[in-house]
């Protein structure tokens, strides 16, 4: 029998504005345990929290860039847990009615594109964390850290309409890489402030009807979601194979031992007794200032790709390599406008650099001086490369480096006949062996007068050269 997989991926992204999303306390990561924190954050009786508009701001602008529909007016709820990091015993997120429905995004895997639904966006705020540290009364300690109390973060649920693990990490770089471009949220995994459920089952192919799932969690990179889908996968398979059956449960990814185990099932699943937190009136979110926000979505990293492809005639996969960054695909395009005679070559250039241009090292200017003088033959491929590599170590032009160090490439036929009369007279072993129809070492013959040129020569001439002299 063949099995399915269906996938379908709740992300929260925490939200990159300054202060939290119902008091003025500031959201940043790392300060000293509990120093960014107020009553309201805290839980303390009698506060009120009061809504940042930034952080509406935000998730309208990602419901906006996912094409979902913003609902004119939703509403925050309490979702009541005690937990020792959550003082108020009941977190603020939305539920019955969440800010924005119905939105897709398109992924591109082996050529093709398919469209992932979007089910809902949602407006939430973090909990604390605890630190298990130190010991009280002979047992192991924890302590709480209220810090990310009130962190806003946004969740977005996709449709179960994802089918293998490669889908799954297509679509959440492809939705981190929007985030990052409309700088709602920095896409940080590893620091958590984009995470990721996942929810997964297996069914017999051609059934229409959903298996049970399993939720999974506690991955923390994209690579480690696809591993636990993969395993998860499997596991389901094996388990109905085997005559038996999946249960509805929550497993967590143990990525040490490559394996996912339960952590609780549905008996002991919440119930959360969610209702309308009577603090917060209803959110209106009205049409203009929608319209508004819409004027401020970036182009987004799918339609960079289809005009660089276009307008530069560049291979889709490079398109994608500097769409992967916004700041990236800026800088191949200013070079391109520097020199735009051969864009293929300036977008390897900018590819291979890449960490050197987020690094901020790199000028437009550099790329496009050392593909436009390699063009022309002014310097060689090596030259090129180590004109840059001297670029990006002192930060001077590219063209001032190549003068002040006498690296333009020799071409001219005299300068290089004479090298190449020294060459051969230094070798009438080889010259003879070569006469006598060992072809090969025409090859020995250019990289010695690579080496006498410092490789400044050009190859081409160099060869025209030896040809001639070697008289074959
Ligand atoms: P729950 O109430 O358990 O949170 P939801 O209906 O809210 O379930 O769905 C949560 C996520 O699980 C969504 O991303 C959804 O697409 C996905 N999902 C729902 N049913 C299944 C299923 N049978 N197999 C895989 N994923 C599913
Ligand atoms: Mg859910
Ligand atoms: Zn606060």
Redo the contacts with the bound molecule.
Sequence with gaps: MEYE??????VHAQLSTRSKIFCACSASFGSPPNENTCPVCTGMPGVLPVLNRRVVEFAVRTALATSCTVQKRSVFARKNYFYPDLPKAYQISQYELPLALAGHIDIELNGGTKRI?I?RIHMEEDAGKLVHEGEFAGAQASLADLNRCSVPLMEI??????RTPEEAGAYLRRLRDILVYLEVCDGNMEEGSFRC?????V?PKGQEK????A?LKNMNSFRNVEKALEYEIRRQIERIEDGGKVV?ETRLWDAAAAVTVSMRGKEE?HDYRYFPDPDLLPLMVEEAWVEELRKTIPELPGEKVARFVKAYGIPRYDAWLLASSRSLADFFEASAAVYGANPKVTANECIHWKDAVAAGRLTPETIAHAVEDRESGAISATVSKTLVELAIETGKPIRRIRDEKGLTQVSDTGALEEIAAKVLAANPKEVESYRNGKAGLLSFFVGQVMKETRGKANPRIVQEVLKKKLGV
Excluded: H, M, Y
Excluded at 210 to 213: E, M, S
């Design positions: 997989a269906v996938i379908g991926l709740e639904g089910t649920v996709s449709e179960p309409d994802i459920d996942a929810n997964v089952s069914r959903f298996g049970t799932k939720e509805q699943a």
